[in-house]
């Protein structure tokens, strides 16, 4: 999502999954991120080092390991630095994921993360770290 970047939905007039993505992406940018706004905390292309995937364990099913691996990062201020990519149509002509199963997921991911943070805060006050 980033200048110069390319979506495959950028031709189309009603762009679904980009505008999803970029709803998720402000969710999580305004919850959990403290640095420069990330552009799309859901894009697959990363490059992590063994020790931050072991600080992070992911343990999301299927296309949300990567929305769930920006959300951690996120809450360990771990630096993340974007480029641009480009998506292009599929050389099948398949469409991505299936939108609303994807969307559930995606939501679930989230909603799991806000209530381990909301009970990180709780045992932080009860006086343990």
Known sequence: MVKE??????EKIFRWRKWANLAFTLIVNVLW??????TDTINGF??????TWDEIK???PGYTVEFQGSIRAFKRKIKMIEFSTYEG???DGRVGSPAIS???????????????SIKRVEYCKAGKS
Do not use: W, Y
């Open 46 to 51: 990363r490059a992590i080092t063994r020790k």
């Open 5 to 10: 970047a390319h979506n495959e939905e950028d």
């Open 58 to 60: 992911l343990d999301g």
């Open 89 to 91: 149509h599929r050389f």
């Open 33 to 38: 991120n403290r640095g420069l706004f990330i």
């Open 102 to 116: 994807t969307g559930v997921s995606f939501l679930m991911i989230l909603l799991k993360e806000i209530i381990a």
